[in-house]
């Protein structure tokens, strides 16, 4: 009777769990301001395969030099359209606390694998999600298909570790979506191959796991694209984005005083383990240690914690892993401290009341990121019927494409390596700096309207310009246009934050015409 009384127990405390942890990611996610800056290349892209019925392999969308769309996105922006166009904007945001939610669902299946304790303790999955959330809770961004199915394979890989060798089948499969899906695969094949070694090093059967890798590295062939876009794979995930901020180190001087929930999770983690070691070696010896030591799991923990220490783009790999892997030795070192029985209780509802309160007090609406976006900056266009080609940053430019075409061009978006030339973002750079060449931009590329912020010194530089004038001043941004244009009773965007809402994803782009 006491076997089955608890194994009811356990079944009420895991779905009591997942709905807590559930609530959380989803009351967090609703807090985004606003919506990635890609999204809207990427519901282009989605929309080409949905309406138009094919990848889109051209840019059209901008009046300087492109070479091939090499989207390795495009799957992303299917599903993101798919979901926008048949379920409405609303459901981009449930999809963001899904896919989260996924991430940590997976997490909490390996953890059960490899260790007998319980997998619920939900404040180290607390604590985990508070340190990644500045990452992950802009509605909806591709990499969050990567992390996702990295965590599925850290799930596949332990399983096969402990005999269902008969899973590896799987993982050239999964490769050829993720491929389709997020140019992050080579983290997969990555991880595939750090079991390989991790094994090797274990004494264990590591060859099956080369082969698993050769045959999914294969799969990379399928792709609408070919072999070539293999190669633009393997560049777009080394080169250097020296112009992209969440691009940057860890401790570069930008983000020396910012990511201070992650640098404390890393430095916990890293404390737990090296308390483990250390208890181990005092115990035994180092040789003994690290006979016995998991080798698949201090690779993947350091290689994740170099990949977050090099780009803080990267670091919620290695939240994923700390959490698959320093949770099982966090248990060991908390699971003898006496602590009163009612903790768990107050733990959960301190949980599900931050969860409630952030629901109350933050509306579940669409975020049109009026602060983030030049939003009635590109209304004053569209109202005026003003047309030419828009020169702005480049992480506006599909926002702009997604509101303004056919009317509008832009000089470049997010899009980046996928579409652009090397050279072109450093013209930005000099432009928006105000540097002594700032006008070579204007002069290889000439715009018909510009769109800048007004915390960029050519903002000041171009007010004193006898070659422009700014005919819309926002909070953030202006709106600038040769001085010789000559309607100057210009219409004043709406102050209506609800009608921004309503036509946050009103577009003129139409494959179906």
């Known amino acids: 009777m006491f076997f089955?009384?608890?194994?009811?127990?356990?079944?009420?405390?895991a779905v009591l769990f997942y709905i807590t942890l559930f609530l959380l990611i989803l009351a967090f996610t609703t807090?985004?301001?606003y919506f990635d800056f890609d999204l809207w290349a990427r519901l282009i892209a989605g929309m080409g395969v949905i309406d138009g019925g094919q990848v889109l392999k051209q840019d059209f969308l901008s009046y300087t030099p492109v070479h091939i769309w090499w989207d390795h996105e495009w799957g992303s922006g299917v599903i993101f359209y798919f979901f926008l166009k048949f379920l409405g904007p609303y459901s981009l945001i449930i999809l963001q606390a899904v896919l989260m939610f996924g991430i940590f669902f997976t997490a909490s299946g390996i953890i059960k694998l490899r260790t007998d304790e319980t997998p619920y303790n939900i404040l180290f999955y607390f604590f985990t999600l508070m340190a990644v959330m500045s990452n992950l809770n802009n509605p909806v961004r591709c990499h969050m298909f990567s992390f996702l199915l990295f965590t599925v394979f850290i799930y596949l890989l332990?399983?096969?570790?402990?005999?269902?060798?008969?899973?590896?089948?799987?993982?050239?499969?999964?490769?050829?979506?993720?491929?389709?899906?997020?140019?992050?695969?080579?983290?997969?094949?990555?991880?595939?191959?750090?079991?390989?070694?991790?094994?090797?090093?274990?004494?264990?059967?590591?060859?099956?796991?080369i082969l698993t890798l050769i045959i999914s590295a294969l799969t990379l062939l399928i792709n609408p694209w070919g072999y070539e876009y293999i190669k633009f794979l393997f560049?777009?995930?080394?080169?250097?984005?020296?112009?992209i901020i969440e691009w940057w180190g860890l401790f570069s001087q930008f983000y020396l005083f910012k990511q201070i929930k992650f640098k404390l999770f890393m430095l916990v983690s890293v404390l737990i383990e090296s308390i483990c070691i250390f208890k181990n070696i005092k115990t035994h010896s180092i040789k003994t240690w690290y006979q016995n030591a998991d080798k698949v799991k201090y690779i993947i923990l350091l290689s994740t914690l170099y990949l977050a220490i090099s780009h803080v783009k990267l670091l919620p790999f290695f939240a994923i892993s700390a959490l698959c892997f320093v949770y099982e030795d966090f248990y060991k070192l908390i699971k003898n401290v006496n602590l009163p029985q009612w903790k768990d209780r107050v733990v959960y509802i301190l949980i599900l009341g931050i969860s409630l309160f952030t629901f109350i007090i933050k509306d579940f609406s669409v975020p049109v990121g009026m602060d983030a976006y030049p939003v009635k900056e590109v209304e004053f266009l569209k109202i005026n019927n003003i047309k030419g080609k828009i020169l702005s940053n480049f992480g506006y430019g599909s926002y702009i494409s997604y509101k303004l075409y056919p009317d509008n061009l832009i000089y470049m978006d997010g899009r980046y390596e996928e579409?652009?030339?090397?050279?072109?973002?450093?013209?930005?750079?000099?432009?928006?700096?105000?540097?002594?060449?700032?006008?070579?931009?204007?002069?290889?590329?000439?715009?018909?309207?510009?769109?800048i912020e007004k915390n960029y010194p050519i903002f000041t530089v171009l007010k004193a310009s006898k070659e422009w004038q700014l005919a819309y001043e926002g909070k953030y941004f202006g709106v600038f246009l040769p001085v010789n244009y000559h309607d100057k009773n210009f219409r004043k965007p709406t102050d209506n934050l609800e009608y921004y809402k309503n036509t946050l994803f009103t577009t003129g782009i139409n494959f179906k015409s």
Do not use: C
């Not at 560049?235 to 112009?243: D, E, F, L, S």
């Not at 652009?420 to 309207?449: C, G, H």
């Open 31 to 33: 807090t985004a301001l």
């Open 419 to 451: 579409v652009y030339y090397d050279y072109m973002v450093p013209l930005l750079k000099e432009f928006f700096l105000a540097y002594p060449n700032w006008k070579q931009v204007l002069e290889i590329f000439p715009p018909d309207i510009m769109i």
């Open 235 to 243: 560049m777009a995930n080394t080169m250097q984005r020296p112009y």
């Open 4 to 13: 089955y009384a608890k194994l009811y127990f356990m079944g009420r405390k």
């Open 158 to 209: 332990e399983k096969v570790r402990r005999g269902n060798s008969k899973l590896l089948f799987l993982i050239p499969i999964l490769t050829i979506l993720w491929n389709n899906v997020h140019g992050g695969v080579v983290s997969g094949l990555g991880l595939i191959a750090m079991y390989a070694l991790g094994e090797f090093l274990n004494r264990k059967q590591y060859f099956k796991y």
